[in-house]
């Protein structure tokens, strides 16, 4: 079975430009969220995505950030116009459909992404 | 929503003695406390977690506690070993649709 898969793995960007994240989940597995880990920080939520549902992202950033996960292929975290700050590891994970119940989730290997 | 305060920062043990990492959190409705071990460059594992129908929960050199009265919880690592040495996250949450939410973390170092 295979984990929770993410990429690209390493991602350089400009400043201004566009960057995309991918993530298919766990097989099996419904529910995607999407953290964000500065250098030496914790893990910050950012958006709980279940099939073309956005449930909450409480955790986003309201501007430059968005979030889909299609009926069809891997939930994709989108920043556009890029800057210095948004360099970080950026880690999806997934879990059950029998939802959030405290149910364990998993984690991908991650999206390291620096702006240059 | 939920903070979870986590303690301490870093935490230096000689190898073979007892690591225990220490976290309250905020939300009383709060159900489900798992724990991840991160390695450099690596994804968050899951260790272990706990439910709040139970007080305790071991899983070889592992346990958890949890106090729901005084809302903390902490990881006990007995007989450490080199390869204990990451970053370890404690989290909380109510079931609710805003995820987990993570403590800042824990740096344990293993002395030789």
């Known amino acids: 079975n295979a984990g929770v898969m993410q990429n690209p793995r390493h991602l350089v960007r400009r400043r201004g430009q566009e960057a995309r994240l991918r993530c298919s989940p766990m097989k099996g597995h419904s529910h995607v969220y999407w953290y964000r880990q500065l250098p030496e920080e914790g893990l910050k939520f950012m958006v709980y995505l279940q099939k073309e549902n956005i449930i909450d992202e409480s955790g986003m950033p309201k501007e430059r950030f968005s979030a889909e996960f299609p009926k069809e292929g891997p939930s994709i975290l989108r920043i556009q116009q890029v800057v210095r700050g948004d360099s970080a590891a950026y880690f999806c994970a997934s879990s059950p459909p029998s939802g959030f119940s405290g149910n364990t989730i998993y984690f991908g290997e991650g999206s390291w992404l620096t702006v240059v | 929503g939920e903070n979870v305060e986590q303690h301490p920062s870093t935490l230096s043990v000689q190898e073979g003695d007892s690591a225990v990492i220490k976290c309250t959190y905020s939300?009383?409705?709060?159900?489900?406390f798992p724990w991840y071990k991160q390695e450099l460059g690596k994804r968050p594992q899951l260790i272990i977690d706990i439910r709040s129908n139970v007080g305790e929960k071991k899983d070889q050199r592992i346990a958890v506690t949890l106090n729901k009265t005084a809302k903390h919880f902490s990881l006990h690592i007995t007989e450490t070993q080199p390869e204990d040495s990451a970053v370890y996250f404690c989290a909380a949450s109510y079931g609710g649709a805003d995820g987990l939410t993570f403590g800042k973390g824990t740096h344990l170092i293993i002395q030789p």
């Open positions: 939300d009383s409705a709060s159900n489900y």
